[in-house]
């Protein structure tokens, strides 16, 4: 089975950008999916094939998938943007999610 | 406006059987997927397949395949998710989310959730 790597946690002081890696085999050449989840809260797609925001997305928030390992880059992080947050790629038909980093704003 | 609101908090015995559902709006059902994902604290968010309401093609993650029944009614614009046995270890929260259209398929609209608790 197909796995994906995340760190457990990524702190952030307000205000700063915040890189969330996802790693997995040869997953430079897949579509990578992003979403966040608050307490209580269903996820949300917040980037998906890699660099592009769905509709109501704030710019603030960037993916890329190129070199090392495809990342969610949040930049100007505000308190709100404290949740989990999950990549997801596909392998065969099958939807594979990272474990998920918190990111904690101080 | 997109919806899929899923039916509530469901507190079952192991061996009993249960229908969850999602309830779509504000989009045609038909040619769009419909995936299932569980979430626990452990595993955290685990996909468990996937239906097109067009002709009730289903993909199972081979994980939950045999385990669990995915279904449609596209009269009601509903998908449904069934355990004929429920066991301890499905205690979690299911979603119910839509599948992009096309190459993106990203889950761009998600169910509120459906906690099942199965306890003796």
């Known amino acids: 089975s197909y796995d994906l790597t995340q760190a457990r946690s990524v702190s952030v002081a307000l205000g700063q950008t915040a890189r969330i890696a996802c790693g997995g085999h040869?997953?430079?050449?897949?579509?990578v999916y992003w979403y966040q989840q608050k307490p209580g809260q269903a996820p949300v797609l917040v980037i998906y094939?890699?660099?592009n925001r769905p509709s109501g997305v704030p710019e603030r928030f960037s993916g890329s998938n190129s070199g090392d390992a495809p990342a969610l880059t949040i930049s100007g992080v505000q308190a709100g943007d404290e949740a989990l947050y999950y990549c997801?790629?596909?392998?065969?038909?099958?939807?594979?999610f990272g474990g998920g980093t918190q990111l904690t704003v101080l | 406006e997109v919806q899929l609101v899923q039916s509530g908090a469901e507190v079952k015995k192991p061996g009993e059987s249960l229908k969850i559902s999602c309830q779509t709006s504000?989009?045609?059902?038909?040619?769009?997927?419909i995936g299932w994902v569980r979430q626990t604290p452990e595993k955290g968010l685990e996909w468990m397949g996937m239906?097109?309401?067009?002709?009730?093609?289903?993909r199972y993650n081979p994980s939950f395949e045999g385990q669990v029944t995915m279904s449609a009614d596209r009269s009601t614009s509903t998908a449904y998710l069934q355990w004929s046995s429920l066991k301890a270890s499905d205690t979690a929260v299911y979603y119910c989310?839509?599948?992009?259209?096309?190459?993106?398929?990203?889950?761009?609209?998600w169910g509120q959730g459906t906690l099942v608790t199965v306890s003796s």
């Open positions: 239906i097109y309401p067009g002709d009730s093609d289903s």
């Open positions: 504000g989009y045609n059902f038909i040619p769009y997927w």
């Open positions: 040869k997953i430079g050449s897949k579509n």
């Open positions: 997801q790629v596909w392998a065969s038909s099958t939807a594979v």
């Open positions: 989310a839509r599948l992009m259209v096309g190459d993106t398929r990203g889950l761009d609209f």
């Open positions: 094939s890699d660099k």
